[in-house]
C-alpha cells in the first residue's frame, strides 16, 4: 500500500461518505449503553460526524494512521472468513481506539468496537473487514462526539 495525501483525502472522502451507515450504528450502541448504564445520552447527526470526520483528518499526523487503517480493512478479505477473524478485530479495535483519542476515551473507543462489532454484520458482497470498519468508525467517532453526561463535567478527581 502506497500512502499519499491524495489517498489520505480519498479514505477521508469514504469514512465521511460513510456517515448514512456509520451515524446510525453510533446512535443504536449509545442507546443500548445509555440503557445498560442507566444514562441519557445524546444521539448522534449526520452534521456531527462529518464535522468530527474533517476534524480527525484535518490533524495530518492521525489522519495517516487512520487512512491506513481504513484502507487495510476495506481491502481486507480471507477465504472462508474465519481465519481472518483475528486479525480485523485487531485493526478494527485498533482504528477505534486511534480515532476516538487519548485516555481514557482511547480505551472505551476499543471495548465499544467490540459491542458494535456483535451488532454489525456486512453485505455478503463486501470484504469481511468492512464490517469491523464500520464497527471501529461507529465505536471511535462515538467517544470523540458529545453526548455523555460524564465527559460533560468537571471530573471530580482534577487536581489543583
Not at 480519498?10 to 443500548?32: F, G, L, Y
Not at 456486512?122 to 470523540?144: K, M, P, S, T
Request: aromatic fraction near 8%.
Amino acid at each position: 500500500m502506497h500512502l499519499t495525501p491524495e489517498r489520505v483525502a480519498a479514505e477521508r472522502d469514504w469514512v465521511s461518505d460513510r456517515a448514512e451507515t456509520v451515524v446510525p450504528i453510533i446512535n443504536d450502541v449509545r442507546d443500548d449503553l445509555g440503557s445498560i448504564f442507566e444514562t441519557d445520552v445524546d444521539c448522534v447527526t449526520t452534521d456531527q460526524y462529518k464535522t468530527e470526520v474533517d476534524a480527525v483528518f484535518a490533524d495530518g499526523d492521525l489522519a495517516v494512521n487512520v487512512a491506513a487503517l481504513v484502507a487495510i480493512l476495506r481491502e481486507l478479505d480471507v477465504d472462508g472468513d474465519y481465519p481472518g477473524f483475528v486479525v480485523d478485530e485487531i485493526l478494527g479495535r485498533e482504528l477505534a481506539g486511534t480515532i476516538a483519542g487519548t485516555q481514557p476515551l482511547r480505551t472505551l473507543g476499543e471495548a465499544t468496537f467490540h459491542y458494535a462489532d456483535l451488532q454489525v454484520h456486512g453485505d455478503a458482497d463486501e470484504n469481511a473487514g468492512v464490517d469491523d470498519l464500520e464497527a471501529a468508525l461507529a465505536a471511535g467517532f462515538q467517544e470523540r462526539l458529545p453526548g455523555w453526561n460524564w465527559t460533560e463535567r468537571e471530573s471530580p478527581f482534577t487536581v489543583e
